[in-house]
């Protein structure tokens, strides 16, 4: 286990692996601790010094008194800039909301991926009304299960057969652990506001993964995100929804490689 300071004086742990340049993976909320990347590090390790990040709150990582999502922001520039040459970063989903801000922080990247970020736009319902509610009940009441089910299920749309898979994977229990986290980032996004204008000379060579089955709020996300990005481009995985790098890890991969391969 390896340690950076985020700017308020927060730990921020994470694995590394591999050899190569620096590319740092950032999780979502449904799990927010290196098991997401379980499948993949393998991989991707082979051709990258891997950072397999625990967000603020989960795992190793330390918190803050009071809980702002700018200090994720601040917390994954952090990692970028402690990587000593310039890095890749992954962002999935709220993940990917903390990597895009955060690329406004650092002068040390080289690409970007972020696969489906949960961006709130006008007029798209992120959060189906009183599903935050019936989460906080579910906790309130002890099961945390329930949280990341109603998370999957009625947030993310994820089918069944994929939540039965990841019930059945060895990482449940940890993700389990960490859903209380769940409900401050659903609320911290809630107020989030996308400014398209504030990444208007954000040049760095941006990959938006989108899964071909996704819902229509998903990909109305990822096109505002590739529309305010002067360098991105959309590459769809079919058959796929929120979680290709447990689903389809080999073409989660290949989609990965080709484009940080790229010269540029």
């Not at 909320?29 to 393998?42: H, I, L």
């Not at 989960?58 to 702002?68: L, Q, V, W």
């Not at 040049?203 to 990909?219: A, D, M, Q, V, Y």
Request: aromatic share 8%; net charge negative; hydrophobic share 40%.
């Amino acid at each position: 286990m390896e340690y950076v300071l985020s700017p308020d004086g927060t730990r921020i742990a994470y694995h590394r692996r591999g050899a190569g340049a620096p590319l740092i993976l950032i999780p979502g909320s449904g799990t927010a601790n290196p098991v997401a990347w379980t499948d993949v590090v393998p991989a991707l390790a082979e051709h990258f010094t891997v950072y397999a990040v625990y967000r603020r709150g989960r795992g190793e990582s330390g918190d803050g008194p009071t809980y702002a999502i700018e200090r994720e922001f601040e917390d994954v520039a952090a990692i970028v800039d402690s990587a000593g040459e310039p890095a890749a970063l992954l962002g999935h989903s709220f993940g990917g909301l903390c990597a895009l801000e955060a690329a406004l922080l650092t002068r040390n990247l080289r690409k970007l991926i972020l696969y489906e970020p949960a961006i709130p736009l006008p007029g798209v319902v992120l959060y189906p009304e009183g599903v935050i509610d019936r989460m906080q009940a579910l906790l309130d009441a002890g099961d945390r299960e329930g949280v990341l089910i109603t998370l999957y299920r009625d947030v993310v749309q994820m089918p069944p057969h994929e939540i039965e898979q990841l019930k059945a994977s060895p990482a449940w229990p940890e993700r389990v652990a960490s859903a209380h986290n769940v409900l401050r980032e659903a609320r911290a996004e809630e107020q989030y506001t996308f400014s398209a204008q504030q990444f208007k000379d954000l040049h760095t060579p941006t990959l938006l993964l989108l899964g071909g089955e996704s819902p229509r709020f998903i990909k109305k996300a990822t096109e505002a995100v590739d529309t305010a990005l002067p360098n991105s481009r959309i590459a769809v995985m079919p058959g796929q929804q929120h979680m290709a790098m447990y689903t389809a890890p080999d073409l989660f991969v290949h989609e990965m490689l080709s484009f940080l391969n790229e010269p540029g």
